[in-house]
């Protein structure tokens, strides 16, 4: 099987831009979570996508936002970027097993290096 | 709450010497733990994962965690580094609410491995 996949790689943006990141998950995963990983802040959790429904979400404010299409594929947006927002930008996909506690392992994206300048 | 603490940032080692990354954890529940690996510019890959079977777990490339709930210590171990060990690794929980689920790392430890 493909592994997750994220699009573009690579990005550069300005202040006040807004910019969206593509995210690809494993066939037949349902659950799509997006991350962010920053050297000051390490890796923290943005949210979670699960057929289509934002069913978590993490510490961000609003100008961070996603979506997931019925194909499971996910959109992450974050408006006005700021100068912080620098970061890898990581997206892992999991079969999304109901049930709790949910078992089912994340796999990871290569991840896309947003710069904003 | 969960949380888990990487007791080291860095670590070196010999190629050929055994190789121990500490990790402590706080959890509510019976947790779900991951170590997960990151080489330069690539993604995070899973190297093991413990979700309350057998408490050592083996994982890839060599690599084991032992499961301490009296310790509240999940390290991971490998008896003979390799160059290509030299990466970050992190320490993961699973956090979950009635919504869903996340996780948690820690603050990561990167390791070096000299010849």
């Known amino acids: 099987k493909a592994g997750v996949t994220q699009t573009p790689r690579y990005l550069i943006k300005t202040r006040g831009q807004q910019v969206t990141l593509s995210c690809s998950p494993i066939?037949?995963?349902?659950?799509v979570s997006w991350y962010q990983q920053t050297p000051g802040q390490g890796l923290q959790f943005l949210f979670e996508?699960?057929?289509?429904?934002?069913?978590n979400k993490g510490n961000f404010p609003g100008r961070f936002s996603g979506r997931q299409f019925s194909n499971s594929r996910s959109e992450m947006n974050v408006s006005t970027l700021e100068l912080g927002d620098s970061a890898l930008y990581l997206c892992a996909s999991s079969p999304g097993a109901s049930g709790r506690p949910p078992t089912d392992t994340q796999y990871f994206g290569p991840g896309t290096r947003l710069t904003v300048l | 709450a969960q949380s888990v603490t990487q007791l080291d940032s860095h670590v070196s080692v010999s190629e050929g010497t055994p190789v121990l990354l500490r990790c402590n954890y706080s959890s509510s529940y019976s947790p779900s733990l991951f170590w997960y690996v990151q080489h330069p510019n690539k993604g995070l890959q899973l190297l093991l994962k413990?979700?309350?079977?057998?408490?050592l777990v083996k994982g890839i490339n060599g690599f084991e965690a032992e499961f301490k709930k009296s310790e509240t210590s999940f390290h991971l171990t490998k008896p003979s580094a390799h160059m290509s060990d030299a990466a970050e690794y992190f320490c993961?929980?699973?956090?979950?609410?009635?919504?869903?689920?996340?996780?948690?790392f820690g603050k990561g430890t990167t390791l070096s491995v000299s010849s």
């Open positions: 066939s037949g995963h349902r659950s």
């Open positions: 993961v929980v699973r956090a979950f609410n009635q919504a869903g689920t996340a996780l948690i």
């Open positions: 996508y699960f057929s289509e429904t934002q069913r």
């Open positions: 413990y979700t309350s079977a057998a408490t």
